[in-house]
């Protein structure tokens, strides 16, 4: 007696299309992220410490923890402030030719900052960028995808768009 298999499921156009999913803007997305802000809301907080992403946002509830940037930033950083400081380095060399220790004592501190400032803002871009393009476990429906109606009460009692009260 054989056993019963399930029938095999091969994804297609049409399977896919079957499920009509709501398309998140990933530029908004990644504005939001970089300004260390809720990728779906713009309202609550990304990070609670300068690189440790909260659990969830204060504004809307989304839960921030399927996200996985691990090395991503850290990269990405590395090579835009390497695309910053090697450019300069080589003009000032060729153009002035300033001691060894002038250079180290510019280009060691300029990549250190460098590397600092962006890091954060570089990380809630790839957060972001996973949000909008439902990346590991972002992709689940189990919440609504439009942010809360403005102003949301239990956040900002009083408030108002215009700031006008």
Same mark, same amino acid.
């Not at 398309?23 to 300068?50: H, I, N, Q, T």
């Not at 300069?88 to 002038?102: G, N, Q, R």
């Not at 400032?117 to 909008?132: E, M, N, R, Y």
């Given at each position: 007696?054989?056993?019963?298999?399930?029938?095999?499921?091969?994804?297609?156009?049409?399977?896919?299309?079957?499920?009509?999913?709501?398309?998140?803007?990933?530029?908004?997305?990644?504005?939001?992220?970089?300004?260390?802000?809720?990728?779906?809301?713009?309202?609550g907080k990304l990070f609670c410490a300068?690189?440790?992403?909260?659990?969830?946002?204060?504004?809307?509830?989304?839960?921030?923890?399927?996200?996985? %940037?691990?090395? /991503? @930033?850290?990269? *990405? =950083?590395?090579?835009? +402030?390497?695309?910053?400081? #090697?450019?300069?380095?080589?003009?000032?060399?060729?153009?002035?030719?300033?001691?060894?220790?002038?250079?180290? %004592?510019?280009? /060691? @501190?300029?990549? *250190? =900052?460098?590397?600092? +400032?962006?890091?954060?803002? #570089?990380?809630?871009?790839?957060?972001?960028?996973?949000?909008?393009?439902?990346?590991?476990?972002?992709?689940?429906?189990?919440?609504?995808?439009?942010?809360?109606?403005?102003?949301?009460?239990?956040?900002?009692?009083?408030?108002?768009?215009?700031?006008?009260?």
């Amino acid at each position: 007696m054989e056993s019963a298999k399930p029938p095999t499921q091969v994804w297609t156009r049409e399977t896919d299309a079957a499920a009509p999913v709501k398309k998140r803007d990933l530029w908004l997305a990644m504005k939001r992220g970089f300004r260390g802000r809720c990728p779906r809301c713009g309202e609550g907080k990304l990070f609670c410490a300068y690189l440790k992403v909260a659990n969830n946002c204060s504004a809307c509830g989304l839960d921030f923890t399927p996200h996985r %940037a691990d090395d /991503l @930033p850290a990269y *990405l =950083v590395i090579v835009i +402030v390497g695309h910053l400081v #090697v450019p300069l380095a080589l003009m000032i060399e060729t153009e002035y030719s300033p001691p060894v220790a002038l250079q180290l %004592a510019i280009y /060691l @501190p300029l990549t *250190l =900052v460098l590397s600092l +400032v962006l890091l954060q803002p #570089v990380k809630g871009t790839v957060v972001g960028l996973q949000w909008a393009l439902r990346m590991h476990g972002f992709d689940e429906s189990g919440y609504n995808d439009d942010p809360p109606e403005w102003p949301n009460p239990t956040i900002r009692e009083g408030t108002s768009r215009g700031g006008d009260d």
